[in-house]
Every structure is written in C-alpha cells, then in structure tokens.
C-alpha cells in the first residue's frame, strides 16, 4: 500500500469563497481526504453537483429553507454538509457564503490513497466501484453523520490540492426529475472520459 505523503496539505479557507459553479469546477481533480483510526484514505473528486438554492428548485434550501439539515448551509463556505438519503450518507461542500445557503454535492472520486482500507470497507476487490457514486465513496472514505459541520481546511476531513484535468465536461444534474425547470440545468461537472464518473452522459 503507498503510505500517504506527508507534503499533502488542506487547501486555505479562500478556496471556498468562490461562486459555487466555479467551486464545483475547481474541485475537479482536488483531493479529499479522510484520517480515521483505520488509516487515511483519499480519492481526486471527478465528478461534482452544484446547487444554487433559495432558486434552486433541487436544493435542500429551495425558498430558504432552513431546517436543522440545511442550517450548515447558511454558514460560512467550505464547511461540510453531510446528510442522510435512504441508508446512505452523502457529502458535499458548503459554498456561497454567510446568509447564502448554497452547496456542491461530491458524486464520485477517482481512488489514490488507502485503496486496501476502502476494500474492506465496501467488501469488494474491484477499484471500480469503491467510489463511483455519492453514497459509495462515503463509505470508502468513512465520511459520515458525525463530519456534519467540519471545517474542510484542516483534518480529519479536508480537500487538498491534486491535479488539473485535460477536459472537463458539464450537463444536467442526476435524479432531481422532480424539480421542475431545475432539472435542466447543466451544474454538473465531470472529468472527461474518466472512467469512476457515476454516469457518462453527453455535455452540455
């Protein structure tokens, strides 16, 4: 197993403060990293959502809606939003700024550090499938419930600085058919061609 190198560093809390579509753009090819007593695993983000709310009919704070889910949402940016759908648990990346409860969903990373613990973790051998969806790679990365409201510029839950992709593609969201006209819009992102994106689909 490659041990984790050690000039690997959180990204600054300034990282965060910009618009949420360029947010969800920039951390293509970022790293997230996560420290547990089983080890540290990490993965580069391939694939991100964003979601723009209180106009944003597929966001948790559509019309500002402010619950004890979303209330991370309305703080400041790069804390993370962690929530429970189904019996997965799904992460994204608070953004926008105090009072503007906006947020980028990680949808899939690329496996880079930690691949045996990620292994045993979803109990399977095949790298493929650890981290091709919101929910598989939290459980890869022992993201959870309790990382609700962690600042993500210091362990044990942090997004460093990995490589720039050569392409990178957008097109519409995956599973808000329900949201109306927001179901159109091209707020997702992908590194192109990249085979651990959850779905491939044309850009937009």
């Not at 959180?10 to 753009?25: I, S």
């Not at 949808?107 to 969806?133: D, F, Q, S």
Request: charged share 25%.
């Amino acid at each position: 197993m490659q041990a984790f190198p050690k000039n690997i560093v959180p990204l600054p809390q300034d990282f965060y403060d910009q618009p949420t579509l360029e947010l969800a753009n920039a951390l293509l090819g970022c790293l997230l990293v996560k420290e547990t007593n089983e080890g540290i695993t990490a993965g580069y983000i391939v694939e991100t959502e964003a979601y723009i709310g209180p106009n944003d009919k597929a966001a948790h704070s559509f019309n500002n809606r402010r619950t004890a889910r979303t209330e991370v949402m309305f703080h400041r940016s790069g804390l993370a939003y962690t929530y429970q759908m189904h019996t997965h648990c799904l992460f994204n990346v608070v953004s926008g700024g105090e009072g503007r409860p906006e947020a980028v969903l990680i949808r899939a990373l690329e496996p880079r550090y930690g691949i045996e613990v990620m292994k045993i973790r979803r109990g399977m051998e095949k790298n493929i499938g650890l981290t091709n969806g919101p929910g598989k790679l939290t459980k890869s990365l022992g993201i959870t419930m309790e990382d609700y409201g962690r600042p993500l510029s210091h362990p044990p839950l942090y997004i460093a600085n990995g490589y720039s992709p050569e392409s990178k593609s957008a097109g519409k969201r995956i599973g808000i058919e329900n949201s109306g006209e927001a179901r159109d819009y091209p707020w997702r992102f992908w590194v192109t061609n990249n085979k651990y994106v959850s779905r491939h689909q044309k850009s937009e």
